[in-house]
């Protein structure tokens, strides 16, 4: 039996054959279950979320974000354009805002049919959020957390259901308690929450 020597060619086609299998696995998890794709984790979680927040007139007032952390979801953000003292902001239960009255977005989200208002006994409802404050130059620094909500789009309590969630932001306080807006007044500001 004669053994012939391998050629050059040969040996650069088997190592490129080897690195384009090893390669072709860098797309894929363990147990060739298929990477999620991107702005999600492998359980379906979105990684993190923005609402770009507009006026009436459909003026830029700021991006607020939306992240996934152990005590539910942080919304974080800086708001201009408001007007000075507090103002209710709340999760709305349409991912829609037009303007300018930004009733499209829909009453506020809730899921589990709860009474508005983080001090209600009958509450809260799940797109209820503690009011925002805008300091004598109109702007707002928002840094809130609510446990009622999430980014995962297979929860009953998911911000990404069929039809989506908006963020709004209203001309007054919230009372927290007054069904169904806690008087908060008129809608003054919306951004869709869409996947970072």
């Known amino acids: 039996m004669t053994i012939r020597p391998v050629s050059a060619r040969a040996t650069t086609l088997a190592l490129s054959f080897a690195g384009a299998l090893s390669l072709g696995g860098c797309h894929r998890t363990t147990q060739g279950t298929p990477a999620p794709s991107r702005g999600e984790t492998a359980a379906g979680t979105a990684a993190g979320a ?20 152990a005590a539910g979801v942080r919304i974080a953000g800086t708001l201009t354009g408001l007007t000075p003292g507090e103002h209710g902001i709340h999760l709305h239960a349409v991912g829609r805002c037009e303007p300018p009255a930004f009733t499209s977005a829909g009453g506020h989200f809730n899921p589990t049919d709860k009474q508005h208002g983080l001090h209600n006994p009958a509450g809260p409802h799940a797109g209820d959020l503690p009011v925002i404050r805008a300091n004598d130059a109109g702007v707002a620094t928002v840094d809130l957390t609510t446990p009622r909500v999430t980014l995962d789009s297979a929860a009953t309590t998911g911000l990404f259901d069929a039809d989506g969630t908006a963020l709004v932001v ?27």
């Open 50 to 69: 923005t609402a770009t927040m507009r006026s009436s007139t459909g003026a830029s007032l700021g991006v607020l974000r939306l992240e996934p952390v």
């Open 170 to 196: 209203h001309a007054g306080p919230d009372d927290q308690q007054s069904d169904p807006a806690g008087n908060s007044g008129a809608r003054v500001a919306c951004g869709v929450v869409e996947r970072a």
